[in-house]
Protein backbone atom coordinates (compact mmCIF):
# COMPACT_ATOMS: atom_id res chain seq x y z
CA UNK A 1 0.00 0.00 0.00
CA UNK A 2 2.78 2.34 0.71
CA UNK A 3 4.29 1.88 -2.69
CA UNK A 4 1.19 2.43 -4.17
CA UNK A 5 1.08 5.89 -2.29
CA UNK A 6 4.50 6.68 -3.35
CA UNK A 7 4.43 5.72 -6.70
CA UNK A 8 1.18 7.83 -7.04
CA UNK A 9 2.99 10.90 -5.56
CA UNK A 10 5.44 10.57 -8.07
CA UNK A 11 2.83 10.41 -10.78
CA UNK A 12 1.49 13.68 -9.55
CA UNK A 13 4.34 15.17 -9.55
CA UNK A 14 5.01 14.52 -12.99
CA UNK A 15 1.94 15.45 -14.32
CA UNK A 16 2.49 18.64 -12.23
CA UNK A 17 5.62 18.85 -14.55
CA UNK A 18 3.79 18.18 -17.71
CA UNK A 19 0.99 21.03 -17.14
CA UNK A 20 3.85 23.52 -16.28
CA UNK A 21 5.55 22.43 -20.03
CA UNK A 22 1.92 22.84 -21.78
CA UNK A 23 1.49 26.02 -20.17
CA UNK A 24 4.19 27.46 -20.70
CA UNK A 25 3.74 26.43 -24.49
CA UNK A 26 -0.03 27.55 -24.53
CA UNK A 27 1.84 30.74 -22.73
CA UNK A 28 4.19 31.43 -26.02
CA UNK A 29 1.49 30.91 -28.41
CA UNK A 30 -1.28 32.45 -26.82
CA UNK A 31 1.47 35.74 -27.36
CA UNK A 32 2.41 34.80 -30.93
CA UNK A 33 -1.41 34.56 -32.17
CA UNK A 34 -2.78 37.09 -29.95
CA UNK A 35 -5.26 34.46 -29.11
CA UNK A 36 -5.75 32.62 -25.23
CA UNK A 37 -8.78 30.51 -25.78
CA UNK A 38 -5.99 27.65 -25.90
CA UNK A 39 -4.53 29.22 -22.52
CA UNK A 40 -7.88 29.05 -20.96
CA UNK A 41 -8.73 25.44 -22.11
CA UNK A 42 -5.70 24.22 -20.81
CA UNK A 43 -6.00 26.81 -17.49
CA UNK A 44 -9.71 25.18 -16.78
CA UNK A 45 -9.07 21.60 -18.05
CA UNK A 46 -5.68 20.24 -17.00
CA UNK A 47 -4.41 21.94 -13.90
CA UNK A 48 -6.34 20.68 -11.09
CA UNK A 49 -6.91 21.81 -7.55
CA UNK A 50 -7.75 24.88 -5.46
CA UNK A 51 -7.46 28.32 -6.90
CA UNK A 52 -4.16 28.85 -5.29
CA UNK A 53 -2.92 25.93 -6.89
CA UNK A 54 -3.70 26.59 -10.15
CA UNK A 55 -2.56 30.54 -9.90
CA UNK A 56 0.87 28.78 -8.12
CA UNK A 57 1.39 26.65 -11.25
CA UNK A 58 0.36 29.46 -13.72
CA UNK A 59 3.25 31.47 -12.24
CA UNK A 60 5.82 28.93 -12.58
CA UNK A 61 4.67 28.56 -16.17
CA UNK A 62 5.32 31.70 -17.20
CA UNK A 63 8.61 32.11 -15.74
CA UNK A 64 9.12 28.39 -17.48
CA UNK A 65 8.19 30.57 -21.03
CA UNK A 66 10.54 33.22 -20.17
CA UNK A 67 13.84 30.91 -19.93
CA UNK A 68 12.91 29.23 -22.78
CA UNK A 69 12.31 32.23 -24.73
CA UNK A 70 15.09 34.21 -23.20
CA UNK A 71 16.33 34.93 -27.24
CA UNK A 72 13.70 36.45 -28.33
CA UNK A 73 13.64 39.66 -26.37
CA UNK A 74 10.52 41.21 -28.45
CA UNK A 75 8.61 37.85 -26.96
CA UNK A 76 9.35 38.06 -23.40
CA UNK A 77 8.35 41.47 -23.22
CA UNK A 78 5.05 40.52 -24.75
CA UNK A 79 4.92 37.56 -22.25
CA UNK A 80 5.01 40.05 -19.68
CA UNK A 81 2.57 42.41 -20.72
CA UNK A 82 0.20 39.12 -21.39
CA UNK A 83 0.98 38.47 -17.82
CA UNK A 84 -0.24 41.86 -16.50
CA UNK A 85 -3.72 41.25 -18.59
CA UNK A 86 -3.71 37.97 -16.36
CA UNK A 87 -3.33 39.71 -13.40
CA UNK A 88 -6.07 42.26 -14.01
CA UNK A 89 -8.35 38.65 -14.72
CA UNK A 90 -7.20 37.15 -11.38
CA UNK A 91 -5.66 34.58 -13.37
CA UNK A 92 -1.75 34.60 -11.37
CA UNK A 93 -0.57 36.61 -8.63
CA UNK A 94 1.12 40.03 -8.98
CA UNK A 95 4.28 38.98 -7.86
CA UNK A 96 4.63 36.70 -10.99
CA UNK A 97 5.06 40.11 -13.24
CA UNK A 98 7.85 41.18 -10.95
CA UNK A 99 9.47 37.67 -10.82
CA UNK A 100 9.57 37.33 -15.03
CA UNK A 101 11.03 40.68 -15.44
CA UNK A 102 13.66 39.40 -12.54
CA UNK A 103 14.40 36.50 -14.13
CA UNK A 104 14.67 38.17 -17.89
CA UNK A 105 16.97 40.70 -16.16
CA UNK A 106 19.42 37.87 -14.36
CA UNK A 107 19.47 35.74 -17.60
CA UNK A 108 19.97 38.46 -20.23
CA UNK A 109 23.76 40.31 -20.59
CA UNK A 110 24.11 43.67 -20.28
CA UNK A 111 23.42 44.94 -23.66
CA UNK A 112 19.93 43.36 -23.72
CA UNK A 113 19.04 44.32 -20.25
CA UNK A 114 18.97 48.49 -21.67
CA UNK A 115 15.77 47.18 -23.82
CA UNK A 116 14.33 45.52 -20.84
CA UNK A 117 14.90 48.46 -18.75
CA UNK A 118 13.56 50.57 -21.70
CA UNK A 119 10.20 48.46 -21.21
CA UNK A 120 10.35 49.13 -17.26
CA UNK A 121 10.82 52.97 -17.73
CA UNK A 122 7.99 53.32 -20.55
CA UNK A 123 5.63 51.45 -17.67
CA UNK A 124 6.32 53.75 -14.61
CA UNK A 125 2.39 54.81 -15.11
CA UNK A 126 1.43 50.83 -14.42
CA UNK A 127 3.42 50.01 -11.94
CA UNK A 128 2.05 52.89 -10.00
CA UNK A 129 -1.59 51.40 -10.11
CA UNK A 130 -2.80 50.32 -6.94
CA UNK A 131 -2.86 46.69 -7.04
CA UNK A 132 0.92 46.49 -8.76
CA UNK A 133 2.38 49.71 -6.48
CA UNK A 134 2.10 47.81 -3.42
CA UNK A 135 3.33 44.30 -4.14
CA UNK A 136 5.53 45.41 -6.76
CA UNK A 137 7.74 48.76 -5.08
CA UNK A 138 10.23 46.43 -3.82
CA UNK A 139 10.67 43.99 -6.23
CA UNK A 140 11.38 47.23 -9.04
CA UNK A 141 14.17 48.86 -6.24
CA UNK A 142 15.75 45.40 -6.07
CA UNK A 143 16.18 44.52 -9.36
CA UNK A 144 17.07 48.44 -10.40
CA UNK A 145 20.15 47.73 -7.64
CA UNK A 146 20.97 44.92 -8.78
CA UNK A 147 21.31 46.59 -12.21
CA UNK A 148 22.89 49.57 -11.11
CA UNK A 149 25.38 46.95 -9.09
CA UNK A 150 26.48 45.32 -13.18
CA UNK A 151 26.63 48.56 -14.38
CA UNK A 152 29.83 50.83 -14.37
CA UNK A 153 29.34 53.99 -13.03
CA UNK A 154 32.26 55.74 -15.74
CA UNK A 155 31.56 54.13 -19.14
CA UNK A 156 27.54 53.32 -18.65
CA UNK A 157 26.41 56.82 -17.31
CA UNK A 158 23.69 57.39 -19.16
CA UNK A 159 21.62 54.18 -18.02
CA UNK A 160 22.50 54.63 -14.75
CA UNK A 161 21.14 57.89 -15.00
CA UNK A 162 17.92 56.46 -16.23
CA UNK A 163 17.80 54.02 -13.73
CA UNK A 164 17.73 56.77 -10.85
CA UNK A 165 15.34 59.04 -12.94
CA UNK A 166 13.21 56.05 -13.05
CA UNK A 167 13.16 55.82 -9.46
CA UNK A 168 12.79 58.82 -8.63
CA UNK A 169 9.44 59.44 -10.69
CA UNK A 170 8.18 55.52 -9.24
CA UNK A 171 8.58 56.78 -5.46
CA UNK A 172 6.87 59.41 -3.58
CA UNK A 173 8.89 62.46 -2.44
CA UNK A 174 8.56 61.85 0.85
CA UNK A 175 10.02 57.94 0.49
CA UNK A 176 12.12 58.38 3.69
CA UNK A 177 14.49 55.80 1.54
CA UNK A 178 15.43 57.90 -0.86
CA UNK A 179 16.09 61.06 1.28
CA UNK A 180 19.31 62.00 2.50
CA UNK A 181 17.35 62.92 6.28
CA UNK A 182 20.62 63.68 8.10
CA UNK A 183 22.59 65.68 5.16
CA UNK A 184 26.01 63.19 4.93
CA UNK A 185 28.55 63.76 2.45
CA UNK A 186 29.95 61.79 0.32
CA UNK A 187 33.14 62.00 1.85
CA UNK A 188 34.15 58.74 -0.33
CA UNK A 189 34.50 60.76 -3.71
CA UNK A 190 37.85 61.82 -3.27
CA UNK A 191 40.34 63.95 -6.31
CA UNK A 192 43.41 62.33 -6.75
CA UNK A 193 45.52 65.07 -8.34
CA UNK A 194 49.95 64.61 -8.89
CA UNK A 195 52.33 65.91 -6.22
CA UNK A 196 54.99 67.99 -7.33
CA UNK A 197 57.93 65.02 -7.24
CA UNK A 198 55.50 63.19 -9.48
CA UNK A 199 55.24 65.69 -11.12
CA UNK A 200 58.76 66.07 -12.08
CA UNK A 201 59.00 62.42 -12.66
CA UNK A 202 56.30 62.26 -15.07
CA UNK A 203 58.34 65.22 -17.35
CA UNK A 204 61.83 63.26 -16.73
CA UNK A 205 60.26 59.77 -18.05
CA UNK A 206 58.19 61.41 -21.44
CA UNK A 207 61.83 63.56 -21.99
CA UNK A 208 63.75 60.60 -21.35
CA UNK A 209 66.41 61.83 -18.85
CA UNK A 210 67.57 60.14 -16.26
CA UNK A 211 66.74 60.27 -12.94
CA UNK A 212 70.63 61.28 -11.69
CA UNK A 213 71.17 63.69 -14.91
CA UNK A 214 70.05 66.70 -13.56
CA UNK A 215 70.00 68.18 -10.01
CA UNK A 216 66.86 70.41 -10.92
CA UNK A 217 64.49 70.48 -12.86
CA UNK A 218 61.38 73.04 -13.36
CA UNK A 219 57.43 71.38 -13.73
CA UNK A 220 55.91 71.34 -16.86
CA UNK A 221 52.78 73.30 -15.16
CA UNK A 222 52.70 76.12 -12.49
CA UNK A 223 52.29 73.51 -9.85
CA UNK A 224 51.70 75.83 -7.16
CA UNK A 225 48.05 76.87 -9.20
CA UNK A 226 47.85 73.15 -10.25
CA UNK A 227 47.89 72.18 -6.26
CA UNK A 228 45.52 75.46 -5.21
CA UNK A 229 43.19 74.24 -8.11
CA UNK A 230 42.11 70.58 -7.01
CA UNK A 231 42.60 70.99 -3.78
CA UNK A 232 39.37 72.67 -4.10
CA UNK A 233 37.48 69.83 -4.63
CA UNK A 234 38.18 68.81 -1.36
CA UNK A 235 36.16 71.17 0.18
CA UNK A 236 33.29 70.75 -2.19
CA UNK A 237 33.77 67.08 -1.02
CA UNK A 238 33.51 67.81 2.71
CA UNK A 239 32.11 71.59 2.97
CA UNK A 240 31.95 71.02 6.93
CA UNK A 241 35.92 71.87 7.03
CA UNK A 242 35.47 75.75 6.24
CA UNK A 243 34.03 76.21 9.52
CA UNK A 244 37.34 75.78 10.36
CA UNK A 245 39.51 79.08 10.32
CA UNK A 246 42.96 77.53 9.07
CA UNK A 247 40.87 76.06 6.71
CA UNK A 248 38.45 78.86 6.02
CA UNK A 249 41.76 81.06 4.82
CA UNK A 250 42.88 78.28 3.01
CA UNK A 251 40.05 77.99 0.83
CA UNK A 252 39.51 81.70 0.38
CA UNK A 253 42.96 81.97 -1.11
CA UNK A 254 42.81 79.66 -3.49
CA UNK A 255 39.50 80.48 -4.70
CA UNK A 256 40.23 84.18 -5.17
CA UNK A 257 43.51 82.76 -7.56
CA UNK A 258 41.37 80.41 -8.91
CA UNK A 259 38.60 82.58 -9.88
CA UNK A 260 41.85 85.03 -10.91
CA UNK A 261 43.40 82.88 -13.14
CA UNK A 262 39.54 81.95 -15.09
CA UNK A 263 39.03 85.50 -15.83
CA UNK A 264 42.37 86.02 -17.44
CA UNK A 265 42.00 82.77 -19.64
CA UNK A 266 40.38 83.02 -22.73
CA UNK A 267 37.42 80.62 -23.35
CA UNK A 268 38.14 78.53 -26.35
CA UNK A 269 34.38 78.15 -27.72
CA UNK A 270 35.49 75.44 -29.99
CA UNK A 271 35.28 72.91 -26.98
CA UNK A 272 31.97 74.08 -26.06
CA UNK A 273 28.91 72.00 -26.94
CA UNK A 274 27.76 73.57 -29.92
CA UNK A 275 24.47 75.01 -30.67
CA UNK A 276 23.17 73.53 -34.13
CA UNK A 277 20.33 75.57 -35.80
CA UNK A 278 18.64 72.02 -36.93
CA UNK A 279 16.34 72.25 -39.82
CA UNK A 280 13.74 68.95 -39.50
CA UNK A 281 15.33 67.03 -42.89
CA UNK A 282 15.95 63.32 -42.98
CA UNK A 283 19.61 64.10 -42.30
CA UNK A 284 18.32 64.52 -38.43
CA UNK A 285 16.80 61.77 -38.53
CA UNK A 286 19.66 59.31 -39.53
CA UNK A 287 22.20 60.83 -37.61
CA UNK A 288 20.62 61.23 -34.22
CA UNK A 289 23.18 58.99 -32.92
CA UNK A 290 26.00 61.01 -33.77
CA UNK A 291 24.66 64.16 -32.90
CA UNK A 292 23.90 62.86 -29.51
CA UNK A 293 27.39 61.73 -29.01
CA UNK A 294 28.48 65.39 -29.59
CA UNK A 295 27.64 66.05 -26.33
CA UNK A 296 29.20 66.63 -22.85
CA UNK A 297 29.99 64.31 -19.91
CA UNK A 298 31.64 64.55 -17.19
CA UNK A 299 31.82 61.57 -14.69
CA UNK A 300 35.06 62.15 -13.12
CA UNK A 301 37.64 64.68 -13.22
CA UNK A 302 40.70 64.54 -15.46
CA UNK A 303 43.81 65.62 -12.98
CA UNK A 304 46.83 64.94 -15.63
CA UNK A 305 49.16 68.02 -14.97
CA UNK A 306 49.16 68.40 -19.00
CA UNK A 307 45.22 68.97 -19.13
CA UNK A 308 44.74 72.04 -17.01
CA UNK A 309 45.71 74.68 -19.60
CA UNK A 310 42.89 73.27 -21.83
CA UNK A 311 40.78 72.96 -18.68
CA UNK A 312 40.97 76.43 -17.76
CA UNK A 313 39.83 77.48 -21.27
CA UNK A 314 37.25 74.66 -21.51
CA UNK A 315 33.48 76.58 -20.69
CA UNK A 316 31.97 73.92 -19.79
CA UNK A 317 34.97 72.43 -17.26
CA UNK A 318 34.84 76.33 -16.16
CA UNK A 319 31.12 76.16 -15.67
CA UNK A 320 31.27 72.74 -13.47
CA UNK A 321 33.59 74.59 -11.38
CA UNK A 322 32.00 77.47 -11.03
CA UNK A 323 28.55 75.84 -9.93
CA UNK A 324 30.45 73.96 -7.45
CA UNK A 325 31.75 77.57 -5.74
CA UNK A 326 27.44 78.25 -5.81
CA UNK A 327 26.42 75.31 -4.72
CA UNK A 328 28.78 75.41 -1.49
CA UNK A 329 27.89 79.23 -1.02
CA UNK A 330 24.42 78.46 -0.61
CA UNK A 331 25.05 75.12 2.05
CA UNK A 332 27.46 77.48 4.42
CA UNK A 333 25.31 80.44 4.51
CA UNK A 334 21.83 78.24 4.46
CA UNK A 335 19.70 77.40 7.31
CA UNK A 336 20.56 73.33 7.90
CA UNK A 337 18.86 71.68 10.59
CA UNK A 338 21.86 69.30 11.21
CA UNK A 339 24.77 71.64 11.18
CA UNK A 340 26.40 72.12 14.71
CA UNK A 341 26.22 75.06 17.41
CA UNK A 342 29.57 76.10 16.13
CA UNK A 343 29.07 75.81 12.38
CA UNK A 344 28.33 79.82 11.80
CA UNK A 345 29.20 82.10 9.17
CA UNK A 346 31.15 85.45 10.64
CA UNK A 347 29.80 88.81 9.64
CA UNK A 348 33.76 88.74 7.05
CA UNK A 349 32.89 85.62 6.15
CA UNK A 350 29.48 86.31 4.99
CA UNK A 351 30.52 89.55 3.24
CA UNK A 352 33.60 88.07 0.97
CA UNK A 353 30.67 85.24 0.02
CA UNK A 354 28.66 87.57 -1.17
CA UNK A 355 31.25 89.46 -3.05
CA UNK A 356 32.48 86.06 -4.65
CA UNK A 357 29.30 85.18 -5.14
CA UNK A 358 28.87 88.06 -7.56
CA UNK A 359 31.91 87.85 -8.69
CA UNK A 360 31.23 83.74 -10.11
CA UNK A 361 27.70 84.70 -11.23
CA UNK A 362 29.42 87.18 -13.89
CA UNK A 363 31.74 85.21 -14.77
CA UNK A 364 28.40 82.50 -15.87
CA UNK A 365 27.31 85.57 -17.49
CA UNK A 366 30.07 85.84 -19.60
CA UNK A 367 30.94 82.62 -20.77
CA UNK A 368 29.92 81.43 -23.42
CA UNK A 369 27.58 79.85 -25.04
CA UNK A 370 24.31 81.38 -23.96
CA UNK A 371 25.78 82.94 -20.40
CA UNK A 372 23.43 85.19 -19.53
CA UNK A 373 20.42 82.56 -19.93
CA UNK A 374 22.45 79.92 -18.60
CA UNK A 375 22.89 82.57 -15.40
CA UNK A 376 19.81 83.29 -14.84
CA UNK A 377 18.60 79.40 -15.01
CA UNK A 378 21.49 78.75 -12.36
CA UNK A 379 19.88 81.24 -9.79
CA UNK A 380 16.15 80.28 -10.33
CA UNK A 381 17.15 76.44 -9.60
CA UNK A 382 19.43 77.78 -6.83
CA UNK A 383 16.13 79.98 -5.24
CA UNK A 384 14.00 76.66 -5.58
CA UNK A 385 16.55 75.10 -3.60
CA UNK A 386 16.29 76.91 -0.42
CA UNK A 387 12.75 75.53 -0.93
CA UNK A 388 13.55 72.01 -0.83
CA UNK A 389 15.98 72.50 2.26
CA UNK A 390 13.19 74.17 4.24
CA UNK A 391 10.97 71.17 3.64
CA UNK A 392 14.28 69.06 4.83
CA UNK A 393 14.05 70.68 7.93
CA UNK A 394 10.32 70.71 8.61
CA UNK A 395 10.75 66.66 8.17
CA UNK A 396 9.95 66.13 5.01
CA UNK A 397 6.43 65.97 5.30
CA UNK A 398 4.39 64.16 2.36
CA UNK A 399 3.12 66.57 -0.25
CA UNK A 400 -0.45 64.50 -0.43
CA UNK A 401 -2.83 65.80 1.91
CA UNK A 402 -5.89 63.48 3.42
CA UNK A 403 -8.65 63.25 2.43
CA UNK A 404 -11.11 65.70 4.73
CA UNK A 405 -14.27 63.56 6.86
CA UNK A 406 -17.39 63.76 5.73
CA UNK A 407 -18.65 64.70 9.14
CA UNK A 408 -16.29 67.36 9.98
CA UNK A 409 -17.30 68.92 6.55
CA UNK A 410 -21.40 68.74 7.58
CA UNK A 411 -20.73 70.01 11.31
CA UNK A 412 -18.97 73.04 9.84
CA UNK A 413 -21.54 73.87 7.27
CA UNK A 414 -24.10 73.67 10.07
CA UNK A 415 -22.15 75.85 12.95
CA UNK A 416 -21.34 78.69 9.75
CA UNK A 417 -25.17 78.42 9.47
CA UNK A 418 -26.56 79.14 12.94
CA UNK A 419 -23.45 81.71 13.17
CA UNK A 420 -24.93 83.46 10.22
CA UNK A 421 -28.92 83.48 11.08
CA UNK A 422 -27.97 84.65 15.13
CA UNK A 423 -25.29 87.16 13.97
CA UNK A 424 -24.36 89.33 11.53
CA UNK A 425 -20.88 88.51 10.19
CA UNK A 426 -19.59 92.31 10.04
CA UNK A 427 -20.97 92.53 14.12
CA UNK A 428 -18.84 91.72 17.11
CA UNK A 429 -20.53 89.24 19.69
CA UNK A 430 -22.01 91.13 22.66
CA UNK A 431 -21.47 89.36 26.02
CA UNK A 432 -22.73 91.89 28.61
CA UNK A 433 -19.48 92.75 29.51
CA UNK A 434 -17.55 95.13 27.89
CA UNK A 435 -13.81 92.92 28.37
CA UNK A 436 -15.49 89.41 28.22
CA UNK A 437 -16.58 91.16 24.74
CA UNK A 438 -13.18 92.38 23.63
CA UNK A 439 -11.56 88.96 24.58
CA UNK A 440 -14.18 86.82 23.10
CA UNK A 441 -13.84 89.28 19.60
CA UNK A 442 -10.30 89.84 19.27
CA UNK A 443 -10.60 86.97 16.10
CA UNK A 444 -13.24 85.21 14.56
CA UNK A 445 -12.04 81.61 15.64
CA UNK A 446 -10.75 81.26 19.53
CA UNK A 447 -8.25 78.53 18.04
CA UNK A 448 -6.69 81.01 15.66
CA UNK A 449 -6.42 84.01 18.47
CA UNK A 450 -4.65 81.10 21.13
CA UNK A 451 -2.31 81.33 17.93
CA UNK A 452 -1.09 84.86 17.12
CA UNK A 453 1.93 85.81 17.70
CA UNK A 454 1.48 88.16 20.85
CA UNK A 455 0.29 84.98 22.76
CA UNK A 456 3.66 83.27 22.34
CA UNK A 457 5.07 84.14 25.95
CA UNK A 458 8.29 82.37 26.11
CA UNK A 459 11.14 85.01 26.11
CA UNK A 460 14.49 85.25 24.09
CA UNK A 461 17.39 84.02 26.25
CA UNK A 462 19.17 87.64 26.12
CA UNK A 463 15.96 89.28 27.97
CA UNK A 464 15.72 86.79 30.43
CA UNK A 465 19.40 86.62 31.70
CA UNK A 466 19.86 90.17 31.37
CA UNK A 467 18.76 91.11 35.11
CA UNK A 468 20.98 88.22 36.24
CA UNK A 469 23.57 89.42 34.47
CA UNK A 470 23.58 92.27 35.62
CA UNK A 471 23.55 91.56 38.78
CA UNK A 472 26.69 89.68 39.17
CA UNK A 473 28.40 92.68 38.15
CA UNK A 474 30.24 93.68 41.97
CA UNK A 475 29.35 97.46 41.17
CA UNK A 476 26.08 97.01 41.42
CA UNK A 477 26.39 95.65 45.07
CA UNK A 478 23.83 93.03 45.65
CA UNK A 479 24.40 90.19 48.18
CA UNK A 480 24.35 86.21 47.25
CA UNK A 481 21.01 85.70 48.32
CA UNK A 482 19.03 88.27 46.52
CA UNK A 483 20.48 87.42 43.02
CA UNK A 484 17.94 85.97 40.63
CA UNK A 485 20.48 82.93 40.61
CA UNK A 486 19.93 81.84 44.19
CA UNK A 487 16.25 81.42 43.52
CA UNK A 488 14.83 78.07 42.93
CA UNK A 489 12.16 79.33 41.02
CA UNK A 490 14.17 81.55 38.68
CA UNK A 491 16.95 78.55 38.34
CA UNK A 492 13.77 76.16 37.24
CA UNK A 493 12.39 78.76 34.29
CA UNK A 494 16.65 79.32 33.27
CA UNK A 495 17.07 75.43 32.90
CA UNK A 496 13.88 75.19 30.74
CA UNK A 497 14.65 77.96 28.50
CA UNK A 498 18.25 76.77 27.92
CA UNK A 499 17.70 73.64 27.29
CA UNK A 500 15.24 74.73 24.42
CA UNK A 501 17.27 77.76 23.13
CA UNK A 502 21.17 77.49 24.25
CA UNK A 503 23.06 75.81 21.35
CA UNK A 504 25.59 74.79 24.33
CA UNK A 505 23.16 73.54 27.22
CA UNK A 506 23.77 69.98 26.58
CA UNK A 507 27.67 70.15 25.61
CA UNK A 508 29.62 68.42 28.41
CA UNK A 509 32.15 70.33 30.71
CA UNK A 510 34.49 68.79 33.11
CA UNK A 511 33.70 71.49 35.45
CA UNK A 512 32.03 70.90 39.00
CA UNK A 513 29.82 72.74 40.73
CA UNK A 514 28.73 72.77 44.63
CA UNK A 515 25.68 73.66 43.40
CA UNK A 516 22.98 75.06 41.57
CA UNK A 517 23.97 78.66 42.62
CA UNK A 518 27.12 78.31 40.78
CA UNK A 519 25.69 76.40 37.98
CA UNK A 520 23.49 78.92 37.15
CA UNK A 521 26.24 82.23 37.99
CA UNK A 522 28.22 80.31 35.11
CA UNK A 523 25.82 79.90 32.47
CA UNK A 524 25.27 83.53 32.68
CA UNK A 525 29.26 84.24 32.03
CA UNK A 526 29.00 81.87 29.33
CA UNK A 527 25.93 84.02 27.66
CA UNK A 528 27.48 87.06 28.33
CA UNK A 529 30.19 85.76 25.94
CA UNK A 530 27.73 84.63 23.40
CA UNK A 531 25.86 88.39 23.49
CA UNK A 532 27.48 91.56 23.31
CA UNK A 533 24.83 93.26 25.12
CA UNK A 534 24.83 90.96 28.11
CA UNK A 535 28.79 91.43 28.01
CA UNK A 536 28.08 94.53 29.10
CA UNK A 537 26.73 94.20 32.02
CA UNK A 538 29.84 93.09 33.31
CA UNK A 539 32.03 95.39 32.48
CA UNK A 540 34.44 95.96 35.55
CA UNK A 541 32.77 93.06 37.26
CA UNK A 542 36.78 91.62 37.79
CA UNK A 543 37.29 88.13 38.27
CA UNK A 544 34.81 87.57 41.40
CA UNK A 545 31.64 86.39 40.56
CA UNK A 546 29.72 87.65 43.91
CA UNK A 547 30.80 90.82 45.73
CA UNK A 548 30.84 89.21 49.62
CA UNK A 549 32.75 86.42 48.86
CA UNK A 550 30.66 83.78 50.12
CA UNK A 551 29.33 80.43 48.52
CA UNK A 552 29.30 81.67 44.98
CA UNK A 553 32.89 82.69 44.76
CA UNK A 554 33.99 78.58 44.53
CA UNK A 555 33.07 78.25 41.10
CA UNK A 556 35.82 81.32 40.02
CA UNK A 557 38.25 80.04 42.77
CA UNK A 558 38.28 76.68 41.35
CA UNK A 559 38.16 77.17 37.64
CA UNK A 560 35.79 79.79 36.59
CA UNK A 561 34.81 80.76 33.30
CA UNK A 562 37.24 79.79 30.38
CA UNK A 563 38.58 83.18 29.76
CA UNK A 564 39.90 83.08 33.55
CA UNK A 565 41.54 79.93 33.47
CA UNK A 566 43.39 80.74 29.86
CA UNK A 567 44.64 83.91 31.96
CA UNK A 568 46.56 82.22 34.55
CA UNK A 569 48.90 80.26 31.36
CA UNK A 570 51.68 81.94 30.20
CA UNK A 571 51.68 82.71 26.76
CA UNK A 572 54.23 81.68 24.19
CA UNK A 573 56.34 84.79 22.74
CA UNK A 574 58.22 85.05 19.26
CA UNK A 575 61.45 84.90 20.76
CA UNK A 576 60.60 81.73 21.68
CA UNK A 577 58.75 80.54 18.63
CA UNK A 578 61.95 81.76 16.38
CA UNK A 579 64.50 79.50 18.87
CA UNK A 580 62.14 76.62 18.66
CA UNK A 581 62.40 77.14 15.05
CA UNK A 582 66.07 77.03 14.16
CA UNK A 583 66.43 73.77 16.35
CA UNK A 584 64.01 72.02 14.37
CA UNK A 585 64.68 69.97 11.38
CA UNK A 586 62.35 68.83 8.50
CA UNK A 587 61.39 65.62 9.90
CA UNK A 588 61.09 67.01 13.50
CA UNK A 589 59.03 69.93 13.11
CA UNK A 590 56.76 67.55 10.79
CA UNK A 591 56.48 65.28 13.93
CA UNK A 592 55.67 68.15 15.96
CA UNK A 593 53.08 69.34 13.07
CA UNK A 594 51.29 66.75 13.59
CA UNK A 595 51.07 66.76 17.49
CA UNK A 596 49.83 69.82 17.55
CA UNK A 597 46.58 68.69 15.24
CA UNK A 598 47.51 69.68 11.59
CA UNK A 599 46.19 68.05 9.24
CA UNK A 600 48.44 66.01 6.62
CA UNK A 601 47.37 68.46 4.02
CA UNK A 602 48.58 71.25 5.61
CA UNK A 603 52.00 70.25 6.49
CA UNK A 604 52.27 68.85 2.57
CA UNK A 605 51.44 72.55 1.64
CA UNK A 606 53.65 73.84 4.19
CA UNK A 607 56.49 71.85 2.72
CA UNK A 608 55.89 72.65 -1.08
CA UNK A 609 55.30 76.35 -0.56
CA UNK A 610 58.98 76.72 1.06
CA UNK A 611 62.05 75.29 0.25
CA UNK A 612 64.45 76.64 3.38
CA UNK A 613 63.51 73.84 6.56
CA UNK A 614 63.76 77.10 9.09
CA UNK A 615 61.34 78.90 6.82
CA UNK A 616 58.67 75.78 7.13
CA UNK A 617 59.73 75.35 10.99
CA UNK A 618 58.92 79.20 11.51
CA UNK A 619 55.66 79.47 9.49
CA UNK A 620 54.32 76.17 10.73
CA UNK A 621 54.49 77.68 14.73
CA UNK A 622 53.26 81.14 13.55
CA UNK A 623 49.91 79.12 12.10
CA UNK A 624 49.61 77.31 15.25
CA UNK A 625 50.01 80.35 17.41
CA UNK A 626 47.62 82.63 14.96
CA UNK A 627 45.03 79.44 14.82
CA UNK A 628 44.53 79.26 19.13
CA UNK A 629 45.21 82.57 19.82
CA UNK A 630 45.23 82.89 24.32
CA UNK A 631 45.20 78.42 23.81
CA UNK A 632 49.02 78.87 22.71
CA UNK A 633 50.37 79.00 25.72
CA UNK A 634 54.02 77.75 26.79
CA UNK A 635 51.99 74.77 28.82
CA UNK A 636 51.00 73.06 25.74
CA UNK A 637 53.83 73.39 23.28
CA UNK A 638 56.06 71.91 26.17
CA UNK A 639 53.32 69.02 26.65
CA UNK A 640 53.58 68.39 22.65
CA UNK A 641 57.40 68.52 22.37
CA UNK A 642 57.79 66.29 25.22
CA UNK A 643 55.57 63.58 23.86
CA UNK A 644 57.64 63.71 20.53
CA UNK A 645 60.55 63.61 22.49
CA UNK A 646 61.95 67.30 22.14
CA UNK A 647 61.66 68.56 25.79
CA UNK A 648 65.16 69.96 25.30
CA UNK A 649 64.41 72.16 22.31
CA UNK A 650 62.63 74.55 24.50
Known amino acids: MDKIEAYSGTDRSLDAGVCRSKLASAIADAVE ?16 GSEADKKMTLDQAFRDAIKGNIGNIDLCLRIIDFCIELVKDGMTSTSAIFAIIADALDLLPLEHCEKVFTYIESNVAVWKQDHLYSAGKTYLLRMCNDLLRRLSESQ ?3 ICGRIQ ?23 DNRTVFSNKEEVIQNHLREEGIEEGELTKIAPPVDYDLYRKFWTLQDYFRLPTQCYEKAAWRRFTRYSDDVLTVFASYKVDVSQSSRKRKHSVTQDDVTNREMTSSDEVCFTKFLTNEKLLDLQMSDPNFRRHILLQMLFLFQYLGGNVKFKLANQVLSDDQTGWITSTETRVYSMLRDTPPDGPQFAA ?27 RAESRVKLRIRRASIADDEVPTHHSHDLGSAELTRLWNIAPDNMQSCKLPE ?6 LEAFFESPVQQLNPNCGI ?6 THQPNHQWRALRLLSRKAP ?9 FANMSQYMEYMCRKLAKEYPNLGKQLEGGGSAVGSNGGGSNAVSDSEG ?48 SYEEPLTQARKMLASWFTNNGTNATLKSLTTALTDVGLSNYL
Open 156 to 158: QTV
Open 479 to 484: EDEYKA
Open 561 to 608: SESEFEDTETMVTAKQLENLAGKLTPPEWKKLAIQLDFKDMDIQELAD
Open 165 to 187: MFLARLFPLSEKSALNLMSHFNV
Open 33 to 48: LSNKDELLNCYNQEIG
Open 377 to 403: TVDQLLNRETNWIGWKNEGCASYTRPP
Open 504 to 512: FFFHPTTQA
Open 455 to 460: RRLQPT
